[in-house]
Structure formats: structure tokens, C-alpha cells
């Protein structure tokens, strides 16, 4: 599960990458969480734009009071269920990012810790929108992030952005065979816990 990312200067992040940008601040958020408006890359005819869009999604067959908004897709159930199986197909986005942040239980204690990519570039998740939400993919955990979690959002590079935006290409094959870029990870602050927490300090090495 990927529920609490950072994403700092995304407008500058994505310049190179996008035509258009539409309700984006140049902002930084060390505490993105659902239901905040967010920066994402979406395909037009024309090119891509960097959008605010809303993290969690309400499937369109239920009412909103119904469901919680989904803030993530198993990439394993993707292509079946009801909820994301023609959002794959017809409405991909990259969520934009520095990094994330996942919880490693042990007992009834919850230790916070930072990923980020090892050659410190940005990160791009896949994602799935629907009208002003989205919802980040996910997939089984690296074998180096096991221990901390069993899962983790998909990530993709840049080079093949097209391969996955590419309505014409099969994304839930091309995702599945994909080769995720390396992370690292250090323990951070519980502050991060708490959403109205939002500093640099939450991404620093915890000294606990």
C-alpha cells in the first residue's frame, strides 16, 4: 500500500516532460496524502499536462457514501476488477514524486520509513484517473523492501512513458514485465503520522 508520498517543485520537476500545466503550484508537500489535490501527468492529443487531481477514487457504479475512494490498484487484480479494469485501458496517468513513504510493523509498534530512487531521480508512479481523481498502482515488494512492506507503488522511468501512456499498448503485460528502478530507504520521524505534519524534517533519518 502507498499511502503518504513528498513531492516538492513539481512544476520545475516536470517542465521537460509537459506542455501545459493546469492548477499546479509550485509547491512542496513533504506529507501528500489522500484526498489532497496532487500533481499528475495526463496524455492528450497535443501532448501531456501536469493537472491537480484528487488522490482516491470513487468508482463510477457506486455512490460516493458507498466506498471509500480507492487510493491504490493491485497491479495482480487490475485487469479483472470492476473498479479498474476499463481504467486501465482507457485512462493512465503518472502521479509525480520525490518519494514515499511505508510503514514496517512489528507487533503492535509502526516505524515510518523514506524511499526514494538510489540514483535520485524523480519518481513517476502509474496510476489510473477518473475525472479529478486517481488512484496509484501497486505491485508485490522488491526483495530489498520485503522487510519493510510486501507492497510498493509501480514505478516507471522516463524513457518509457509513452509505452505505458500509449493507449494502443497493453499495460497491465507491459507493467507486469516491468523492471522497477532500484530504491533505498532510511526510518524517519512518527511525525509523518500525522497529516497536518508537513516540514522537511519529516524526510531527515530518524534518531530513535
Known sequence: MCGRYVITK??????????????VKETDNYNAHPQ????VIKEYSNGKALEALEWGLTPAWTKERDIRPLINARLETIGEKISFKNLIKKYRCLIVADGYYEWK?????????YFTRTDQKTIFFAGLYQSKQFSIITRQAGQNITDIHHRQPVIINEKDFNKYLNLKNESVDFLNSYEAPELKFHSVSKDVNKPINNSKQLIEVSKN
Open 10 to 23: 513539481p512544476v520545475s520537476k516536470t517542465k521537460e516532460i509537459v506542455k501545459s500545466v493546469i492548477g
Open 36 to 39: 489532497q489535490k496532487l500533481p
Open 105 to 113: 510493523r512489528e507487533g503492535t509498534i509502526k516505524t515510518p520509513h
